[in-house]
């Protein structure tokens, strides 16, 4: 019978640390591996906390150069008389801004390109910089009378320089400089159609102006702080009254502020969220790592019952082991993160308004190192508490099992439960909207769940097969797949995330470009012209023709805007409590068509379609289903329309499902033919080019004879959204990639824990006549499998979740590339058996002597 040894706290403290100082001897490398399983979770979350708190104080520093001006009024009518007295009488300093899309024409280069026009009346911005090559312009930060300011992409791609022509219309402008960077916003605002800025003094001698046009009419003011209360004040009051009559917008620098707040919190959070992932998924293997690093200490701990050690002394000694190795890992991690910090912005830079200094952050650094360890702390604490029923009889009698299982140990069940309790807890704080953490974290334990119950089924199902008429390396490998001290469940859990993050964002990005990819398409439409006034329509028409590009679509384009909803006047409902009618429709000009079909590109999933009415008012109308909700309507609600002055009362009389998609044009509002014809109308025409040369001539006839009708090459439009579209993807995969790390992480640390069993078996297999070839084969097969496995997981799973984001999220059909698909599987298969391969090396070649005598 063993005696207990009773010693002070402070010796018994002594002791406990000395004990676990030796015990880890030859093994602190193996610790080091187990708690690195954290290191990239950590490491992620660390830097996206950092980024954070810097863009948070650099948009705070910078507020007002994010607007550029202390307030901005939008409308897109031309502003009414009453309009025009109200904003002259407001205090501070006004410019005035034109703003629309236009064809440009190139004289040196010989090309046009559809460019947005700025046309100015004064200096902008108020607040921040107009950065220019030369840099003598940023000083004057407006183009001189007759000059322009043209973008730097755009001055490279037509390789211009200070002193050649743009024209624009009937005008032609002196190019004084390249525009590098204004001030509030970001690289990608002159993505699709380069910025030009020119003055706004003979702007209607272009003739690019006209009936139908779509202008944004803006008036930027800049005021001493002292006064811009009394100004706010003023703006606030005529916000839902006059305002929204006149359908004008309003921007302060607080609304710009929350708005780009809101979109970095929900970027940020959603990296976030993947590199909260991986530091999940490091704490599950930590749960099956320190599990097989504890069934190699059974006999050291039952000695140590046996000398008289309590099982709380003996828990203390490897609880002491976790929390320092665990801290070194969190420190680790935390190291990462701070470098990560630095490169993350560089990635972000081109979607940001503003340029990124970094500090560090120490709030951020404490939070990863806390909760990373905290991480470490419960996920081994499961594993720990069976120390507890480790007997002393183990130590003599290897019969001897511990008594009970970690599943029936309500306290290995209370350390699971605040673990996944605080995981829950932290998901919710990151999300900032509760459903959303919700469904991401239920989302996660389905997952995790799914792949659990995979290869729970794999290990059963290979126990049961036949596998006599196999070559013996192959029933050896299939075996290690199932037999006591496997690592399946924890590779096709860690690895089998991995891919099921990465696949899915690849099928999703796919689906998207595929709804612009109009180049693999001979039938559909490449190219828009937009614009095209009810005079100019025929010869347009005619001109296709004689260019060999007869037109397809001819949709009629009428502008409106919206004056009751269900006989509610708009600025009743703008200050209705819980006003179901969404901001943006209260300033919008629709552009609005009638036809006597539904194009093959939408269906009718509400109500009928009505393709030709001859009674009189209300007109029935077909709305699109994704403004059914911002217009808070359904089914035979009434909405009036102000048609250019003209009231026109209508009813909704079906909703319609419509696939956006390049080259095939539609409208969220249809009215049926013999009702609004009579307004005035503007049409968009499409076209299907055969090549870029064809499409250049047409702007070259376009531009010459119609400077007015405007040019979209969709080719162009579908390489610009693919390249903004990898540049986010670029983002994600890297820090998805955290997750993968993580999966090899704990592959490895997988691998070296069950290390001695690998070489014993080895060692046997060897003194019974195997060749060291047969070992390698075999473990070059169980690795193989084992990626093989977890990639087939991932990838199913991804799949189901790449579908459901794709249909019910973004509405598109889903399809799969059987390359890309396939790229993936192969790439987490080598990367599996490289990295088995690494941290097994040597196994095959142990000496059988050495390892007989140790048994």
């Not at 040196?108 to 460019?115: I, K, L, N, W």
């Not at 600025?571 to 901001?583: A, H, I, Q």
């Not at 079909?597 to 109308?621: C, K, M, T």
């Not at 870029?692 to 579908?718: C, G, H, M, W, Y």
């Amino acid at each position: 019978m063993s005696q207990k040894i009773k010693l002070s706290g402070k010796a018994r403290a002594g002791w406990i640390a000395r004990m676990a100082w030796r015990d880890s001897r030859g093994k602190r490398l193996l610790l080091l591996l187990f708690t690195s399983s954290v290191v990239f979770g950590i490491g992620a979350i660390v830097a996206i906390h950092s980024l954070r708190e810097n863009l948070k104080r650099i948009v705070d520093e910078q507020a007002r150069s994010l607007l550029g001006s202390d307030i901005v009024l939008q409308t897109r009518q031309m502003p009414s008389s009453e309009l025009t007295r109200f904003i002259a009488s407001l205090p501070g300093e006004k410019v005035n801004e034109r703003r629309f899309r236009s064809m440009a024409f190139f004289p040196t280069a010989g090309e046009s390109r559809f460019v947005q026009v700025r046309a100015v009346d004064g200096a902008l911005p108020f607040y921040g910089e107009m950065e220019t090559i030369p840099e003598g312009v940023q000083s004057q930060r407006a183009p001189k009378p007759g000059h322009a300011i043209i973008e730097e992409s755009l001055s490279l791609q037509m390789g211009l320089l200070p002193g050649d022509t743009v024209v624009l219309g009937s005008k032609e402008y002196t190019i004084e400089a390249a525009l590098l960077r204004m001030a509030g916003e970001s690289e990608l605002t002159g993505f699709f159609a380069p910025r030009i800025y020119i003055p706004l003094e003979g702007i209607e001698e272009t003739g690019l102006i006209q009936e139908g046009s779509i202008v944004r009419y803006r008036t930027a003011i800049g005021i001493d702080s002292e006064e811009l209360p009394r100004l706010l004040s003023r703006i606030e009051a005529e916000k839902n009254t006059f305002f929204v009559d006149e359908s004008v917008r309003v921007e302060t620098v607080e609304d710009r502020r929350q708005g780009i707040e809101s979109v970095l919190n929900n970027l940020l959070d959603f990296l976030n969220l993947i590199g909260f992932v991986a530091l999940l998924l490091g704490g599950v293997g930590i749960v099956g790592a320190v599990n097989v690093y504890l069934q190699g200490k059974r006999e050291t701990i039952a000695i140590l019952r046996c000398l008289g050690s309590s099982s709380k002394s003996a828990f203390s000694i490897y609880l002491g082991q976790m929390m320092t190795f665990g801290l070194i890992g969190a420190s680790m991690g935390t190291v990462l993160g701070i470098g990560a910090q630095f490169i993350i912005p560089s990635l972000l830079q081109s979607f940001l308004p503003f340029p990124i200094e970094m500090r560090l952050s120490y709030p951020a650094i404490l939070t990863g190192l806390l909760f990373g360890w905290l991480i470490v702390f419960f996920s081994a604490l499961i594993p720990l508490l069976g120390i507890r029923k480790i007997s002393p009889l183990s130590a003599i009698r290897s019969s001897v099992e511990s008594s009970g299982s970690s599943f029936r140990d309500p306290l290995a069940w209370l350390a699971a439960g605040i673990l996944l309790s605080s995981l829950l807890a932290f998901t919710l704080q990151q999300s900032r909207q509760p459903i959303t953490g919700l469904y991401f974290f239920g989302g996660l334990l389905v997952s995790l769940g799914l792949l659990s119950a995979l290869a729970w089924s794999l290990r059963a199902a290979l126990r049961r097969l036949r596998m006599a008429s196999m070559p013996y390396a192959y029933r050896t490998a299939l075996g290690n797949l199932y037999r006591p001290n496997n690592r399946t469940l924890l590779m096709v859990v860690t690895l089998g995330m991995g891919v099921l993050l990465i696949n899915t964002l690849l099928l999703v990005r796919d689906g998207l470009l595929g709804q612009v990819n109009i180049e693999s398409s001979d039938d559909a439409a490449n190219v828009i012209l937009l614009d095209v006034q009810s005079n100019q329509r025929d010869e347009v028409i005619g001109l296709l023709s004689d260019t060999g590009l007869p037109a397809r679509d001819i949709l009629p384009v009428i502008t409106m805007r919206v004056d009751r909803i269900k006989g509610k006047p708009m600025r009743e409902w703008k200050t209705t409590p819980d006003s179901p009618v969404s901001d943006w429709v209260y300033t919008w000009e629709f552009r609005n068509t009638y036809r006597d079909h539904v194009l093959d590109n939408a269906e009718v999933i509400a109500g009928s379609f009505v393709p030709r009415y001859d009674g009189g008012e209300p007109y029935p109308v077909s709305l699109s289903e994704n403004v059914i909700e911002d217009f808070g309507v359904d089914i035979g609600d009434q909405i009036t329309w102000n048609v250019q002055g003209v009231e026109v009362e209508t009813v909704v009389s079906s909703i319609r499902r419509v696939r956006w998609q390049a080259g095939r044009q539609n409208f969220n509002i249809v009215f049926p033919l013999d009702t609004i014809e009579a307004a005035p109308t503007v049409y968009a025409i499409s076209v299907k080019s055969p090549s870029r040369l064809e499409t250049a001539n047409l702007q070259q006839s376009l531009t010459k004879q119609f400077p007015n009708v405007s040019l979209i090459d969709l080719s162009l439009v579908f390489k610009s959204l693919e390249e903004i579209l990898n540049k986010a993807t670029f983002v994600i995969k890297f820090m998805a990639g955290f997750t993968i790390a993580t999966g090899l992480l704990v592959l490895a640390g997988a691998v070296i824990s069950s290390r001695y069993q690998r070489i014993r078996e080895s060692v046997l297999f060897r003194t019974l006549g195997a060749s060291t070839r047969f070992i390698r084969t075999v473990l070059t097969l169980e690795f193989l499998l084992l990626g093989l496995i977890s990639g087939l997981a991932g990838l199913a799973l991804s799949v189901a979740a790449s579908w459901a984001l794709l249909r019910f999220v973004f509405s598109i059909p889903f399809s799969i590339h059987p390359f890309q698909t396939g790229t993936v599987l192969v790439a987490v298969i080598f990367l599996t058996w490289v990295t088995g391969w690494l941290t097994s090396r040597g196994i095959a070649t142990q000496a059988p002597l050495a390892v007989l005598r140790k048994e």
